[in-house]
């Protein structure tokens, strides 16, 4: 497969940080930069999503059901069964990352934009993600308060006011202001787009920067970085088998199967990254970096199953998506989320 070049953004980004960390006032100035900047990408992400697409989304409960207990269910379970293989091939900072990563909501773009290319039920990958996104907001920090315990210092409740305030806040005042906005937003989309990734680069910066000012890295060999990627494959490849031969068990069609594989099996970088800067503090960076290697590896692994998804049979498919799914879906590009 060709790279990626977003991909070797986000690398650049880890190298800059690495070579030049914001420290001091820096800091200060990136922190908030990169706070404002995720804000206002969940502020589009509210004007995206239509009533339309909303209520469409809303008559397959079932999809979403599934969706959301492969996101906060079945996930956090596997990774909880990864324990065993501290210390053997995991350090237990890396492993608490890992565990992290199972916890965080589905990514919004790339499922729908996976879902169309594949041909499948995309206003309802709209709302999958979305909705998996705002149950994340609550959701993610109380499962990690529970699960990691005493690892994330940085948990409570006002660091869950926080998280909502980053997050949820603006992605309702998109919505509500979306009449309003909408057709700026569709008109400039791919301009907008370049938000999203810039967001994601500017939290990555400031997270490994904090890292770097810290002196945590020298805790990350080679070796065990080897032995996380290889824990992350075999748990996305475990993911991606679920959610396909499990909707298929359950009856769903062919565009639903789609679009319960790509959200059900993904992890966003947008939700994790600010969520994790709060609970985590000072050590965010090497908490985030398993789900940083989780989202570029489900990047590409899904973009090739969905090109070949494209080319199936349509033995089942009964109706096109909604009139402007495959449109939304089509400008939203693969790189975010």
């Known amino acids: 497969m060709p790279v990626d070049p977003y991909i070797v953004l986000l690398l650049g980004t880890v190298g800059l940080a690495a070579l030049l960390p914001a420290s001091g006032t820096g800091a200060d100035v990136a922190s908030g930069a990169s706070k404002a900047a995720i804000a206002f990408l969940f502020f589009l992400y509210g004007a995206r999503l239509s009533t339309r697409e909303a209520l469409d989304g809303l008559k397959h409960w079932r999809l979403h059901t599934v969706v959301l207990a492969c996101t906060f269910v079945v996930f956090p379970l596997l990774g909880l069964a990864a324990r065993g293989l501290v210390p053997a091939l995991l350090t237990q900072p890396l492993y ?68 909502v305030l980053q997050l949820l806040v603006p992605f309702l005042a998109g919505q509500v202001l979306r009449p309003w906005i909408g057709g700026f937003i569709t008109r400039h989309r791919k301009s907008l787009g370049l938000v999203d990734r810039g967001s994601i680069l500017l939290v990555v910066y400031t997270a490994f920067s904090e890292g770097m000012v ?124």
């Open 96 to 163: 608490q990352g890992l565990l992290f990563l199972t916890l965080v909501p589905s990514t919004i773009q790339s499922s729908i934009a996976f879902t169309s290319i594949a041909r499948g039920n995309v206003s309802a990958a709209i709302c999958a993600g979305s909705f998996s996104s705002l149950v994340g907001i609550v959701l993610t920090p109380l499962l990690a308060a529970a699960l990691l315990g005493r690892d994330v210092g940085g948990f409570s409740a006002d660091s869950l006011v926080g998280i």
């Open 214 to 337: 810290q002196g945590i890295w020298h805790r990350v060999s080679p070796l065990r970085l080897a032995g996380l990627m290889a824990v992350e494959a075999v748990l996305l490849a475990v993911m991606l088998a679920l959610t396909w031969y499990g909707s298929k068990a359950l009856r769903f069609s062919r565009q639903d199967r789609i679009a319960i594989q790509f959200a059900g099996s993904k992890k966003s970088l947008a939700a994790g990254l600010p969520m994790a800067s709060v609970l985590f503090g000072a050590h965010a960076s090497l908490a985030v970096l398993p789900l940083m290697l989780f989202h570029q590896m489900q990047l590409m692994v899904c973009a090739v199953i969905a090109k070949r998804r494209s080319h199936d049979p349509r033995e089942d498919v009964t109706a096109q998506p909604p009139a402007g799914g495959s449109r939304t879906a089509a400008g939203t590009g693969t790189r975010s989320g």
